[in-house]
């Protein structure tokens, strides 16, 4: 694989912190598969598992007396698709990943889920370059910051637990979920969900590259409805 490393490469270089021994690694993870064979997505699966793994032991030693049910939600706000699509435009991944004229066409150099799995397959490409302890140091400087400053109650509870407890509090049935349709090949499925509450008349859709994801987006979304429509004697409490 030819590495055509630019200037803005040499940028990303320096907000990474470190300089790849095999740079083909970097160039395979900035690759998305409409550009070529040699793409990303094998190093985007490497890079989920160490990612989960580096943000655990980060989160194990900041929050000592948490338990795991906190430490869980925290981790799941860290790697979600909307944070990881933050660390790559602050990484300025958009200025050089690699995608087929048709895709770039199509604005997908500011498309979230590519950034997303560009971040990842630069994590996975950073550990076989060096190491797990160079892979967590690298999740260090992308997410210690952000770990550093905040406590575990600034993660609210995930939307779908958080619906639920609405709906209880107020004696209403849980809610239901239902694929409404996928898309795209197998291996990079979107799932479109439809969370429900029958009993208010109201549902919401929302999409996701896993049916849990795309649960917790309907779910966010009408548990926004329910918050901005809710008082003592509005129409919410039939």
């Known amino acids: 694989m030819k590495d055509d490393f630019s200037p803005r490469h040499d940028v990303l270089l320096r907000k990474l912190g470190h300089r790849f021994a095999s ?4 160039t395979r993870a900035l690759t998305h598969r409409s ?6 997505e094998r ?19 900041r929050f000592g007396e948490s338990d795991e049910g906190d430490l869980s939600r925290v981790r799941a706000h860290l790697v979600r698709e909307d944070s990881l699509h933050r660390v790559a ?3 300025g991944i958009p200025d050089v990943v690699r995608l087929s004229d048709g895709e770039m066409r199509g604005g997908g150099a500011s498309r979230p889920s590519i950034l997303a799995d560009c971040v990842e397959a630069v994590i996975g490409a950073v550990y ?4 797990f302890e160079a892979a967590r140091a690298l999740v260090q400087r992308l997410f210690g910051e952000v770990i550093d400053s905040s406590g575990v109650e600034t993660w609210a509870k995930d939307a779908k637990t958080e619906l639920q407890e609405w709906l209880q509090a ?3 049935s849980v809610p239901t979920y239902s694929i409404q349709a996928t898309r795209g090949q197998a291996h990079a499925q979107i799932f479109e969900v439809e969370c429900a509450v029958p009993a208010l008349g109201l549902a919401q859709s929302g999409e996701g590259r896993s049916r849990r994801a795309a ?4 779910a966010r979304r009408l548990l926004e409805v329910l918050k901005a429509s809710d008082s003592p004697s509005g129409p919410l409490r039939r």
Not at 23 to 26: G, H, K
Not at 215 to 218: K, V
């Open 170 to 172: 107020r004696k209403l």
């Open 43 to 61: 190093l985007e699966f490497l890079g989920d598992a160490v990612l989960s793994l580096a943000i655990s032991s980060l989160l194990y030693a």
């Open 128 to 131: 076989l370059d060096a190491g």
């Open 215 to 218: 649960e917790q987006e309907a």
């Open 23 to 26: 740079p083909s690694l970097l």
């Open 35 to 40: 550009y070529g064979a040699e793409h990303n």
């Open 89 to 91: 435009l602050a990484l």
